[in-house]
């Protein structure tokens, strides 16, 4: 972990803003991080796999099946708005990785636009491991995202791939969310990219 420059933040920033004990972000950094862990994903599946309904595990097959079959970036897309099993999306977001000049620029079109959760999270997932040029792209699109709840996962993607260079735009999004939604977490995504970036989360 590189060391941020302590100056760049207001002094006791930490102390003063300290992160939730729970939020969709701190969960979309949980998955983002773990979801690769081979280990880990077989020791929760030995777990959830008793408690999950037949329909249920018929469903999952089939859409690794599916999975499989997926060849283009509007494919992919589509797949990813049909509100599939989150149990399948480490297999969805390994295959997206292997093709993204096909799947990331329409997803990031998509993404732009979208109120939808499985959307987002699905997307800001990837983004945690996509080549730079796509992070790139997620930085010159922010002012476009129209939903507050990408724009507060998308920071948590900054984060990941420690972006430091937008760390202004991660503190003036923390500041700006956190007074517009007020009774809302939005403010978190960017905070928890913060804690990242200066290797306290």
């Not at 997620?138 to 990941?160: D, F, K």
């Amino acid at each position: 972990m590189f060391e941020m420059d302590k100056k760049l933040l207001p002094k006791k920033f930490f102390k003063d803003n300290p992160l939730d004990k729970m939020s969709a972000p701190l969960i979309a950094h949980f998955s983002m991080t773990a979801g690769f862990n081979e280990k880990l994903q077989n020791a929760m599946w030995d777990i959830l796999e008793g408690e999950i309904e037949p329909d249920r595990k018929v469903r999952i097959e089939e859409e690794k099946a599916e999975i499989a079959r997926l060849e283009t970036g509007d494919a992919v897309v589509k797949f990813i708005r049909s509100d599939y099993d989150i149990v399948n999306r480490e297999l969805l977001c390994k295959k997206v990785l292997a093709m993204q000049a096909e799947v990331l620029p329409p997803l990031l079109r998509r993404f732009q636009t979208s109120f939808q959760d499985s959307v987002t999270e699905t997307t800001v997932y990837i983004l945690g491991h996509a080549e730079r040029e796509y992070v790139d792209q997620l930085i010159e699109m922010y002012p476009e995202i129209r939903n507050p709840y990408a724009q507060s996962m998308a920071c948590v993607a900054l984060g990941v791939q420690e972006r430091e260079d937008t760390l202004p735009l991660l503190l003036r999004e923390y500041e700006r969310l956190k007074r517009q939604y007020p009774e809302e977490s939005y403010c978190q995504g960017p905070l928890l990219a913060i804690y990242i970036l200066y290797g306290k989360a």
